[in-house]
């Protein structure tokens, strides 16, 4: 079955540090990607997205690209901040309104 | 325009004891899923809901089980609580033709 990949964590950054997250997976088909991201004792919120090879997803400074050939979604920053602290899940989706698979999340911590 | 909500925020109940849980999803979304997110274990797809129908469910027991609305509500009823049902309980919504799903803020189940 379908499955998603994520580096293990906690991860912790120094303010202003470049973040990688990696994510890859294993589908059937041709998946639909997204990240999402949950605040300490919130539910997720939807980062970003991608629907085809070659797409970059982009939101609040985040970037993840759909690389098919390497079958990856890596999540990345530029420069962090300590609001960005979060648990983040890289997820597919084969079909349009289907269930989620979620990889098991990364924890970020970022320090001042 | 109003986000996916949930109730109770908190629910604690005792081994043995019924648990019934609410999600209202976004207007114009006809699909409801809920999620399971335990300590350690991620995010688990437990149901899927659209149009009334249960479309999907994850593997879990039988004694978890739902029902979705004509309003496109939906409950999510566990029966014969055990101590490791303890956890945050995820309702997302989302449209037919779509792959996003929006999250509500999620229900916390104590069992004790």
């Known amino acids: 079955g379908d499955s998603v990949t994520q580096m293990e964590g906690p991860v912790t950054l120094s303010e202003e540090a470049f973040l990688t997250i990696n994510c890859t997976y294993t589908a059937t088909g041709y998946p639909s990607l997204f990240w999402y991201v949950q605040y300490p004792g919130e539910g997720l919120q939807l980062l970003l997205k991608a629907t085809k090879a070659d797409d970059k997803g982009s939101n609040k400074g985040f970037e993840a690209t759909y690389r098919k050939e390497t079958t990856s979604f890596h999540l990345e920053k530029g420069s962090v901040q300590v609001s960005d602290s979060a648990v983040y899940f890289c997820a597919l989706s084969e079909e349009e309104n289907t269930p989620l698979v979620f990889g098991k999340g990364t924890r970020l911590s970022v320090i001042a | 325009e109003a986000g996916v909500t949930q109730s109770p925020t908190h629910l604690i109940k005792t081994r043995g004891q019924q648990a019934t849980l609410r999600c209202s999803p976004i207007?114009?979304?006809?699909?409801v899923y809920w999620y399971q997110q335990a300590l350690g274990l991620g995010l688990q797809f437990l149901l899927w809901?659209?149009?009334?129908?249960?479309?999907n469910r994850g593997n879990f027991p039988p004694r978890f089980s739902g029902r979705q609305f004509p309003n496109y509500s939906s409950e999510l009823n566990v029966n014969a609580l055990e101590l490791e049902d303890s956890a945050l309980y995820l309702c997302a919504s989302s449209l037919v033709e779509g792959y996003e799903q929006y999250f509500g803020p999620g229900t916390r189940l104590t069992v004790t």
């Open positions: 207007s114009g979304h006809t699909s």
């Open positions: 809901y659209d149009e009334g129908e249960e479309r």
